[in-house]
């Protein structure tokens, strides 16, 4: 029983130890000097601390609030408001199936259900080995390649129950994986790292998986005077060239 | 029905025309196709003129709200001795909503290059742009398109003329819709709890640190340097008079070819569809929104309602963010609204009372109804939650919170009527999945783009 269940104050959360202190404190003080007033880097400060434990820590917070001159009081006001912070370790591979409307219907609703049967795991639980956790998200802006499903925080478009399973399998499995929209999977915390600011310095990272899918694409070819796919054509499909009349 | 124009007379590629050559994303490319020619005339000009000419270009804010870009610019005071800021929102959340995410992905420098034309234009040294933190992908290409544009010069020391630095920092928010609320942007760029502020004051005379900033959507600044480019009356060549320009449409949900069309304001749902394939085989057409869930759905009557400013305002909706999301006969319009409103408490900051308890009472009332024990009476407490909640609550999540309930009473009363009557869902969801109809189903849709 914790603490604060017999009603005590909670003791102050232990600090990182003194290398990992000195490394973390290195990074915070690049990613405050990005911003005129040193509170702006408070969000990517606590992407820094979930990049290196997969969760905000009572010590995560209480790092933040050192580099900051807040109260922890502050911080885990902040912390506590956007999702993407996590309470409890994630997976090493973070899996996000986007239940809102469009995606539901069109199948999102079903993919999560069976992902959940398959691992055997609840919404926001992580699977005994520590190497998937599941999340139903929000609309992740890529609507238009529903259903979509995130791992890491990269885009899977065009996901089905099966393509779903086989996934996580793989993803259990160690072996490599791509998305459709984003680079080779790297893990949670290496992923929360490049979201507290610092590029991702794999090799050939930023060009991988081209422009964009079909959808993205759709309207440029369209009008370049290619048929779409399923369209009565009284064009000829010519990639990547001027519009050939049929 | 078939459209009497040729898809090409229709659509009007810019922003996304350079997005199926090699390596998009990159400087190169980006100048290949005339990138930062904008910014090099906007420097020739006085600033002023810069945004006289964007506010006679007609451009207006693809944010949501359609506020003219070049008259907000104009609201920054000048000489005030204050640091001005640049803020622009790429938090994009709203449901349905998929331009801005798919545009930085495939060409990161126009946004740059908008930035820079526009902190020219209103003063500013400091750039930030709010990223939404789930698209990691597009954070990857922002942060090696910025690193391009400080090697190339356009940004940093200088940047902007002798002792006139621009510095862009890039910010990856942390998941909340609430933050594409400008002002609650803001407090979350400051570092605290994504919550909207009072306004007055406005962003441009108390926004970031309590100075002047302007705040716009990606598209927005993506569109000024094809203005500076190629001018205000090409600009104006295009869409209607008083929505102009070129926008990037999103077709989304249960059509043959959904995706990214850009067009001149004004297109049509019915145009669209005619050129893009339609429906998926077999179905028709149920209820679509016009921009985002917050604003109020549409059915097939409203088929022909040109999508600008204008046109969908007086058909009762909003354009919004261009979000066309589509649904056919197979979706239960009650579930797709309880799914919305989930997401509407779910995202609620909790600020202010109408907004963070009406809509975890809606949620109760349409979960309900959707489970079929809804009881007589329900549909008009829906409605008295929704009403005092729209135009009640402090920011417009609230109001949009109050959009597909209302609308989708208006239109479908009688479906949420028989969920009452029969203590059911008459509908299966199986049938509107993506797979229900496979056989039919075309592969494009999981075809995948790989350019080297
Ligand atoms: C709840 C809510 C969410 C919003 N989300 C976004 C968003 O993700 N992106 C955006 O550009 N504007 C969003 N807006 C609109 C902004 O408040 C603001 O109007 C816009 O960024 C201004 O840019 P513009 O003038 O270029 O359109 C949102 C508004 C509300 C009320
Ligand atoms: S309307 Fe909702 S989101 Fe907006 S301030 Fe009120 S509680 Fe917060
Ligand atoms: S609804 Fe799933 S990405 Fe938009």
Redesign the pocket.
């Known amino acids: 029983m914790s603490s604060t269940e017999l009603g005590l104050p909670a003791l102050p959360a232990k600090p990182y130890p003194p290398d990992v202190e000195r490394r973390l404190a290195a990074d915070a003080a690049e990613l405050i000097a990005r911003y005129p007033h040193s509170r702006s880097a408070l969000l990517p400060l606590l992407h820094l601390v979930q990049a290196e434990e997969g969760f905000v820590s009572a010590t995560g917070i209480r790092f933040c609030a050192e580099q900051l001159d807040l109260t922890t009081a502050e911080v885990t006001a902040v912390a506590t408001f956007y999702t993407m912070y996590r309470r409890r370790p994630a997976g090493e591979y973070h899996v996000g199936v986007c239940t809102n409307t469009l995606c539901a219907v069109l199948g999102g609703d079903q993919i999560f259900d069976e992902l959940k049967q398959h691992l055997e795991i609840e919404n926001n639980r992580t699977t005994e080995d520590g190497a998937v956790s599941i999340e139903r998200i929000e609309c992740n802006a890529a609507c238009d390649y529903a259903p979509v499903v995130m791992v890491n925080w990269e885009f899977f478009d065009n996901q089905t129950p099966e393509s779903a399973r086989e996934l996580v399998d793989r993803l259990r499995a160690g072996e490599e994986v791509r998305p459709t929209r984003g680079a080779k999977l790297c893990s949670f915390k290496e992923t929360s790292r490049i979201l507290a600011g610092f590029a991702d310095e794999r090799e050939g990272a930023v060009d991988e998986s081209g422009a964009g899918g079909a959808p993205s694409l759709a309207g440029l070819r369209l009008a370049k005077g290619e048929a779409l796919p399923g369209t009565p054509g009284a064009k000829v499909v010519s990639p990547r060239q001027e519009g050939t009349e049929a | 029905m078939t459209s009497a124009e040729p898809a090409e007379k229709l659509l009007s590629p810019v922003l996304s025309a350079s997005w199926d050559d090699r390596r998009p994303w990159t400087l190169d490319t980006y100048r290949r196709h005339g990138g930062y020619d904008g910014l090099r005339t906007a420097l020739t000009m006085a600033p002023d003129d810069v945004i006289a000419l964007v506010k006679e270009s007609g451009l207006r804010?693809?944010?949501?709200?359609?506020?003219p870009?070049g008259l907000?610019w104009q609201f920054i005071p000048q000489n005030d001795g204050k640091p001005h800021y640049l803020v622009v929102?790429a938090?994009?959340?709203?449901p349905g909503?998929c331009k801005?995410i798919p545009l930085l992905f495939a060409n990161p420098h126009s946004l740059i290059e908008g930035m820079a034309i526009a902190s020219w234009a209103i003063r500013c040294n400091h750039a930030f742009i709010y990223l939404r933190g789930e698209v990691v992908p597009v954070l990857r290409r922002l942060q090696a398109a910025v690193a391009e544009a400080y090697a190339a010069g356009f940004l940093g020391k200088d940047a902007l003329g002798e002792g006139n630095d621009l510095d862009i920092t890039v910010h990856a928010g942390a998941g909340a819709?609430?933050c594409?609320?400008?002002t609650a942007l803001l407090d979350s760029l400051e570092g605290r709890r994504g919550q909207p502020r009072l306004r007055p004051p406005f962003p441009a005379v108390a926004g970031l640190y309590a100075c002047p900033t302007v705040?716009?959507?990606?598209e927005?600044?993506a569109s000024v340097p094809p203005i500076l480019a190629r001018g205000k009356d090409w600009f104006k060549s295009l869409g209607t008079e008083k929505s102009p320009g070129f926008t990037l449409y999103s077709l989304s949900g249960h059509v043959t070819n959904p995706g990214q069309y850009e067009a001149p304001l004004g297109i049509t749902l019915r145009q669209l569809l005619d050129i893009t394939g339609g429906i998926r085989a077999g179905h028709r057409l149920k209820f679509w929104t016009p921009g985002g869930s917050s604003t109020p759905m549409f059915t097939d009557e409203h088929l022909d309602v040109p999508l600008d400013y204008e046109g969908v305002g007086a058909a009762g909706s909003m354009l919004g963010t261009k979000a066309l999301q589509v649904f056919d006969e197979t979706t239960c319009v009650v579930r797709a609204v309880t799914r919305w409103t989930e997401f509407y408490a779910h995202e609620s900051c909790g600020k202010c009372t109408p907004c963070r308890e009406g809509t975890y009472w809606l949620v109760q009332l349409l979960k309900r109804i959707e489970a079929g024990q809804g009881v007589p009476g329900d549909l008009e407490k829906l409605l008295d939650i929704a009403d005092n909640i729209n135009g009640k609550s402090f920011?417009?999540?609230g109001d949009?919170a109050a959009s597909p309930i209302v609308s989708s009473l208006q239109h479908f009363r009688a479906e949420y009527e028989q969920h009452i009557n029969e203590h059911r869902c008459p509908f299966d969801p199986a049938a509107s999945t993506v797979w229900a109809d496979r056989a039919s189903v075309h592969e494009s849709a999981t075809e995948r783009e790989v350019h080297a």
């Not at chain 2, 804010?61 to 506020?67: S, T, V």
């Not at chain 2, 705040?215 to 990606?218: A, Q």
């Open positions: 804010g693809r944010g949501g709200a359609g506020f870009t907000k929102n938090d994009e959340s709203e909503t801005d819709y609430i594409g609320e400008e705040v716009n959507n990606v927005s600044i920011c417009a999540l949009g």
